[in-house]
């Protein structure tokens, strides 16, 4: 019988000889094996299952996965068709993005020094799976949530993730562009993690992330103009003393390039990493950005 543990060496012997990249969850070979054998032995991410042993049907899996993982350079989550975010378990499904963002550690410990006294409403453009939404609307348990996405399948991704985590009735998902949003009123958070990838770095993606949708990453020459047509929203959509916490990762220069009379604040992320700011809704008014009207 194999354990647990010599499930994990094995796997990862394997990653490690195979140069994969990661990201999607993971930085590492090491915790993506871990990722791969807990999930599939249904165990916790603790030390007693180490020296559980693997039923052999369960490790036949195992090392399919793995087999696929490697020959097909798709992001793991894609593949077990589940990932684990911020403690929640979230579907995922090919087409649709993975769910890493920074932004998940914020909402949990970072924005106490900007959130407004009561979150009545949030919204989370772009949303993907959902994620960010769904991780607001647990965070913050009275608030009404609004989550916008454009495409078919990541709106639909989204609805059954909110109802496996119940959320129905306060968590609503509008198919919609965030560049041209029909009336939703006005919300104290609003959250977007917009495709920002810009022209030069999607040339450079490797395979696991060039697996995922363009739709998902490709912000356009300079990263921002699905940025760009959120900001034209903003006035809009935040409460004066809402707080707008957005990613953008390299194209941060670009952002503040483009709005240097915005008062970006560049939060240090719990767990490392760059590219995600907060802006004050009261900021909103005094602007001068040339493209923001
Ligand atoms: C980087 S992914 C983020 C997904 C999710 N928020 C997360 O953190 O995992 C960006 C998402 O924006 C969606 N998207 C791209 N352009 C859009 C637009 N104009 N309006 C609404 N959603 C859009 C994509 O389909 C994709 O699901």
């Known amino acids: 019988m194999t354990t647990v543990a010599a499930a994990i060496d094995e796997v990862h012997a394997e990653f490690e000889a195979a140069g994969l990249s990661y990201g999607h969850g993971t930085d590492n070979a090491w915790d993506e094996a871990v990722v791969l054998v807990l999930t599939l032995a249904g165990l916790p991410d603790d030390t007693a299952s180490l020296e559980r042993e693997l039923k052999p049907g369960t490790l036949e899996n195992i090392r399919q996965i793995s087999r696929a993982r490697i020959e097909q350079r798709q992001p793991l989550a894609y593949l077990l068709g589940i990932c684990h975010f911020m403690g929640l378990d979230f579907e ?14 914020l909402l949990h410990e970072g924005l106490a020094p900007w959130l407004p006294a009561k979150i009545s409403r949030v919204i989370d453009l772009c949303s993907g799976s959902g994620c960010l939404g769904i991780l ?4 913050f348990a009275d608030a009404d949530v609004v ?3 454009l495409d078919d399948n990541a709106a639909n991704l989204a609805r059954r993730n909110v109802e496996r985590h119940g959320l129905g009735e306060r968590v ?17 958070l609003v959250i977007a993690n917009p495709p920002y990838v810009d022209a030069a770095d ?12 363009e739709l998902g ?13 959120i900001f034209r929203q903003l006035p809009l959509l935040m409460n004066e003393e809402g707080l707008f916490v957005g ?27 760059e590219g995600v700011f907060v802006l004050e809704g009261r900021a909103l008014g005094s602007h001068t950005a040339p493209d923001f009207s």
């Open 172 to 188: 609503q998902v509008v198919q919609a562009d965030v560049t041209d949003l029909p009336d939703l009123g006005r919300f104290d």
């Open 92 to 105: 995922v499904v090919p087409g649709v993005v993975v769910p890493r963002s920074p932004i998940g550690y």
């Open 136 to 139: 607001a609307a647990m965070i």
């Open 217 to 229: 990453l490709a912000g356009g020459e300079d990263g921002l103009a699905v940025v760009r047509g």
């Open 202 to 213: 999607m040339q450079a993606l490797p395979a696991e992330f060039r697996a995922e949708p």
């Open 247 to 273: 990613e953008v990762g390299n194209s941060a220069a670009a952002l503040m390039r483009t709005w240097p009379g915005l008062p970006f604040v560049w939060p240090e992320l719990p767990h490392g990493g």
């Open 147 to 149: 989550l916008v996405e």
